[in-house]
């Protein structure tokens, strides 16, 4: 019995023991026979390593085949991370590694950490390691396991900084739009357009990786190539900008604000006719930025666009680490100070007098002036708004609007009988106030200068093929309303729409803004007889592979185009039959040439002394002044817009130079040596390739002169308007 | 009822010079072999997982394999040296032996709260010693001494309650370490010896409850440490990758698991195995070897590791089952159970379905502690064999 019991325990015993086996030898089975295949699939990765074969980028080249944006191929060296988890392994490696790659071990510590390079993929290590170098490691990867040696590219800007606010920059792929690339199939480590032609051709820009899968043993090395798919290199771009002409306006605009640097804004006077006190006693213009766009106006090409305060694209493919990136390129609130911004496409501006133009065009479109052209105002330098009783005006309701002041009476200009034309060519005031109020209040307060404006571009985007488009403000009721509740302006400003601010609107004051690109682009409108373009810096896309028929110069007859960029541009038309469009243009012509009005005296035209001996293509233009913080002096910003009357050279500008001074004296020279470039009548310096950049200085950009900076300068007087 | 494959199948050698009674001639070679051939393939498996560390280090690659080579010769003498004195002898010292290993156990845990760290082994320079490793074989030793002094066919309360009270000392002072891995390996061989030392079922039944109260008690008050309870919550979790402070474990288990499926049913072949080369499973010499196995020699290997250690299975079982001395069957029943339990949990937690615990696979594991600890253990068994017509 009790042996019977014993044995019976035995056989429990072992049958438990045989449970616990077959439970093992079951799941064993079920791993190893059932789901290999599954666990193949993964482990192929582990077993076969896949190096991405990078694209080279597309070549960017100007209108007229200049390569200005290149590649040069680079070796990178790589690690695998997972070598590098455990920190001795990593002080190690990195100990083995740093003299071979010639890099001391802080600064691959600063890497392996460095958020710019995603912390699930390789490591980069160096980047343009010499073959040399390449070959060492690779011959010794037993001692450097987990390293990978890969080509890649990088992006060269032969010239520097110019162009660089078009072309734009590389860099690690943003936060933001991680998902968008991750989409299109781009690893997390690529580098993408961030700026630039760069960023809204990235797609076309990029090409198609390709890759090299190697069979690697189980210490990593490479024992055999399975399968290579080359990369297909990028599309490369035709620019319409001439780089010649790019570097001769960035000169130009550069050496015009050092000048206007140097110059002393008037005094703010009491009525008493004595300087304020509360001011200094000389105040510099502090021209700190500025912008230039020239258009083709028949294509709506960008022929030339800077931006100043500069930058050299070639920071963004230096590799200098966040610390030297930090001291070139200062975090700044101020708006004056900041470099990576386009002002061009980005900048928001008051336009001044240099918006009177297309207000003279809405006052004679829609029948606003009696007579037309003929119709005449008597400007006795104030305009007193007739629309507001004058109980409400005693009460401290605004509304009395005065001209300019003149230098030789110290009191608003007068100019007497002025028709539109006379009025464009003096820039009176009080005649466009007179429109600014009329047009509101005969036609019942509909918003009809806002709707004539608006046919050429102001208050919606250009479109243009650059990032970071402003797309500008028209003053009415839906705004104010808005920048009431945004708390920029007064609850009580915000209410409603008031004669006041059409009157500022009919002088390019106020809440209206605009970027010196829609400008441009509504100057070209009235350039080529009324067809607004949607401007393009690129021409064409051409397809990958562009050869060179000699050193940095692509043969772009023998590229073929993808896409047409500039002809595909869509373009409206605006009505501008010759009984509007004639006033304006002879008012903007006298601008350039004279004359003025006789009341009193003479005054002359705002640009008649800059251009009295100007012999360029004919050209039409406008001033502009834009009153700045507290109407101060010398916040006054200039500028200037214009175009070309002659057919066969179709081209408008416009500048705007910030806290420079009146539009004549500041923006239209700039305006003015353009001309004369492109009439040939002035040198332009041959574009050559930048020096290399000096990686050990913070200086964003080189200084950029005109060698000759002679058609910057005008006759003495100075008038506003 | 007797079984027609004796152990002990030799005829009496025609030469005859050597005695009937001499043990030497009882000595079960068949095991020793099996037992020989899992500690070859632990020193090749050892060279496999450590040896691309090693030189990415640029150490000597067959450091460790040498190490585990000396551990074998210490082994194979402390082996010797049981059979030699045998059983009875050991029995004899088996109090003091208890009392030394649960003294060292809790110095080792006042040491270990002192510090404030998980002290597992103490490190006497050149080795370290793993005293819960030591404690397997003495409380099995120790435990069967005791009921084969009381000498009763079944088991009155008191002696229950008394072998408890033995067993649940070191039991407790492992638990703390703490080292839940071997403190479950010991209670396994504490219900071998119970069970063949013929602990009535009602008493199970009481243990069984006991044991679950305690878990659960231990659980509450905290003595269960958050990264014991990860274990298990790892377990059931073997596919959750989002949380964090599951990662490490589950990323180790799936890493394991995935090498013995990647071997498929051939391997990949000796040191081919890409997922073997130290650098993506933690601790694989000691704690996974079992995935290298996988890896290396597929599921021909791995049935054939396990077959092994089936077979050896099967001698002490037969061994126990035919011991004439009720000493010798329950210390072959301890040694049984605690065999057993360890082997499913170690290849467990590396397919998956045991908690991950730093528990050695036996006579394969890296590490100088288990492997004299087991030769002993084995020892002890074939002493039973030498000296049953004693």
Redesign the interface.
């Given at each position: 019995m009790?042996v019977d019991?014993?044995?019976r325990?035995?056989s429990?015993?072992?049958g438990?023991?045989i449970a616990?086996?077959v439970?093992?030898?079951a799941?064993?089975?079920f791993?190893?026979?059932v789901?290999?295949e599954?666990?193949?699939r993964?482990?192929d990765r582990?077993?076969s390593r896949v190096v991405k074969l990078i694209p080279e980028r597309g070549r960017i080249f100007d209108v007229n085949g200049r390569v200005v944006a290149d590649n040069k191929r680079v070796l990178v060296a790589t690690i695998d991370r997972?070598?590098i988890d455990d920190p001795?392994?990593r002080l190690?490696?990195f100990q083995r590694l740093s003299g071979p790659l010639n890099t001391p071990i802080e600064r691959l510590y600063t890497r392996a950490d460095d958020k710019r390079y995603d912390q699930l993929t390789e490591m980069p290590l160096a980047f343009d390691i010499s073959e040399e170098q390449a070959a060492f490691l690779m011959e010794r990867i037993?001692?450097y396991?987990g390293v990978v040696i890969k080509e890649d590219w990088r992006r060269i800007y032969q010239y520097g900084a110019v162009g660089s606010h078009v072309l734009g920059f590389l860099g690690a792929i943003q936060p933001g739009s991680a998902e968008y690339y991750k989409s299109l199939g781009y690893d997390p480590n690529e580098r993408v357009g961030l700026y630039g032609v760069e960023l809204t051709y990235e797609v076309d820009l990029r090409g198609i990786p390709g890759y090299v899968r190697y069979e690697v043993?189980?210490?990593g090395r490479i024992k055999r190539v399975i399968e290579r798919v080359e990369a297909q290199a990028g599309r490369d771009l035709q620019l319409s900008i001439d780089f010649r002409l790019q570097q001769f306006a960035e000169q130009a605009l550069e050496s015009q604000l050092v000048v206007r640097q140097r110059n002393e804004a008037p005094q703010v006077m009491l009525p008493e006719g004595i300087p304020d006190p509360q001011y200094e006693e000389v105040n510099y213009y502090k021209a700190p930025a500025g912008s230039v766009v020239v258009m083709n106006h028949n294509t709506g090409e960008v022929v030339a666009m800077a931006s100043y305060p500069r930058f050299d694209s070639r920071w963004f493919t230096a590799n200098v680490d966040a610390e030297k990136f930090a001291e070139v390129f200062p975090l700044t609130d101020d708006p004056d100070r900041s470099i990576l911004v386009n002002r061009a496409v980005s900048g928001r501006y008051n336009l001044g007098s240099s918006f009177k133009p297309f207000v003279a065009y809405a006052a004679l479109n829609t029948g606003q002036l009696p007579g037309g052209a003929s119709y005449t105002f008597d400007d006795r330098g104030t305009y007193k708004l007739e629309s507001i009783p004058k109980d409400r005006c005693d009460q401290g309701v605004k509304c009395v609007f005065r001209n300019a002041v003149c230098r030789s009476t110290g009191a608003p200009c007068q100019y007497g009988e002025v028709d539109v034309e006379a009025a464009l060519a003096v820039s009176s005031d009080t005649f466009f106030y007179k429109i600014g109020e009329q047009i509101l209040t005969e036609r019942g307060y509909r918003a009809v200068l806002e709707e004539e404006v608006r046919r050429f571009g102001f208050g919606s985007p250009t479109n243009i093929d650059l990032p970071f488009e402003y797309a500008g403000t028209i003053p009415n009721a839906a705004y104010k309303k808005y920048l009431a509740s945004l708390g920029v302006i007064a609850e009580d400003a915000g209410r409603a729409y008031y004669v006041g601010d059409n009157v500022l609107f009919s002088i390019g004051q106020g809440l209206l803004s605009a970027s010196p690109l829609q400008v441009a682009n509504a100057y070209s409108a009235l350039g080529n007889n009324g067809t607004l373009h949607e401007p393009r810096v690129v021409r064409a896309v051409l397809t990958p592979g562009t050869r060179n028929k000699a050193a940095g110069l692509a043969d772009l007859q023998t590229a073929s185009v993808i896409t047409p960029v500039t002809e595909k541009a869509p373009s409206t038309i605006i009505p501008l039959p010759p009984e509007v469009r004639d006033p304006i243009v002879s008012g903007l012509r006298r601008v350039i040439t004279g004359p003025g009005v006789t009341f009193d005296y003479y005054h002359k035209t705002t640009g008649e002394n800059l251009f009295r001996n100007y012999s360029g293509i004919t050209i039409a233009g406008k001033t502009g002044t834009a009153q700045g913080f507290n109407n101060l002096p010398w916040n006054d910003s200039s500028a200037f817009g214009a175009f070309s009357l002659d057919a066969g050279s179709p081209y408008s500008a416009f500048a705007y130079l910030e806290k420079a001074g009146y539009g004549a004296t500041a923006a239209a020279p700039v305006v003015k040596c353009i001309f004369l470039a492109l009439s040939k009548q002035w040198r332009v310096d041959e574009l050559i390739p930048a020096d290399p950049l000096d990686t050990a200085s913070a200086i964003a950009a080189p200084t950029a002169r005109l060698r000759n900076p002679m058609c910057l300068v005008s006759a003495t007087a100075e008038s506003r308007g | 009822?007797s079984i027609a494959f004796r152990v002990r199948s030799r005829p009496s050698d025609p030469r005859g010079s050597a005695s009937v009674l001499d043990p030497w001639r009882n000595v079960d070679w068949m095991m020793l072999w099996a037992v020989g051939a899992l500690a070859v393939i632990g020193v090749f498996n050892i060279y496999a997982t450590t040896s691309?560390r090693l030189?990415?280090?640029?150490a000597d690659p067959f450091y460790f394999t040498q190490r585990q080579v000396l551990f074998v010769f210490a082994a194979v003498v402390a082996l010797g040296a049981v059979m030699f004195f045998g059983h009875d002898w050991l029995r004899s010292i088996a109090v003091w032996l208890y009392a030394a290993t649960t003294f060292s156990l809790f110095i080792l845990l006042l040491w270990g709260r002192a510090s404030s760290e998980t002290k597992l082994s103490f490190d006497l320079g050149v080795i370290a010693v793993q005293p819960a490793e030591v404690m397997k074989p003495v409380l099995v030793l120790v435990l069967a001494a005791w009921f084969a002094d009381a000498g009763m066919?079944?088991m009155p309360y008191d002696e229950f309650i008394r072998a408890l009270l033995i067993a649940g000392a070191p039991f407790l002072l492992i638990a703390l370490q703490p080292d839940l891995g071997s403190a479950m390996t010991i209670a396994a061989g504490v219900f071998?010896v119970l069970?063949?030392a013929?602990t009535q079922r009602r008493h199970f039944v009481f243990i069984t409850i006991l044991a679950t109260l305690s878990f659960m008690a231990s659980i509450w008050s905290g003595v269960v440490r958050d990264y014991q309870l990860e274990r298990f919550t790892a377990l059931w979790n073997q596919n959750n990758t989002s949380d964090r402070s599951l990662q490490n474990l589950v990323l180790q288990v799936r890493y394991a698991?995935?090498a013995?499926?990647?071997?498929?049913?051939f391997g990949k072949g000796y040191?081919?195995?890409?997922?073997?080369?130290g650098?993506?499973i933690p601790v694989q010499s000691t704690d996974f070897p079992f995935s290298a196995i996988?890896e290396q020699f597929?599921?021909v290997g791995?049935?054939i590791v396990?077959g092994l250690?089936?077979f050896i299975?099967l001698r002490v079982?037969i061994i126990?089952?035919n011991a004439n001395s009720p000493f010798g069957?329950f210390l072959a029943?301890g040694v049984?159970?605690t065999l057993?339990?360890q082997?499913?949990q170690n290849?467990?937690m590396t397919?998956?379905?045991t908690p991950v615990s730093g528990l050695p696979l036996p006579f394969v594991s890296y590490g100088g502690s288990h492997l004299v600890a087991w030769a002993v253990m084995i020892g002890l068994v074939q002493s039973v064999e030498m000296r049953r017509s004693a």
């Open positions: 009790a019991k014993q044995q325990r035995w429990a015993l072992g438990f023991a616990l086996l439970v093992l030898l799941r064993v089975w791993l190893q026979a789901t290999k599954e666990t193949d993964i482990i582990v077993q997972r070598i001795q392994d190690e490696m037993e001692d396991p043993d189980a210490v | 009822m691309p030189v990415l280090r640029g066919r079944t071998g069970l063949i013929g698991k995935r013995v499926a990647a071997g498929g049913y040191l081919q195995g890409e997922l073997t080369n650098r993506f996988g597929g599921l791995a049935f396990v250690f089936s299975l079982w126990g089952r069957r029943a049984f159970a057993a339990w082997v499913f290849i467990g397919i998956g379905i």
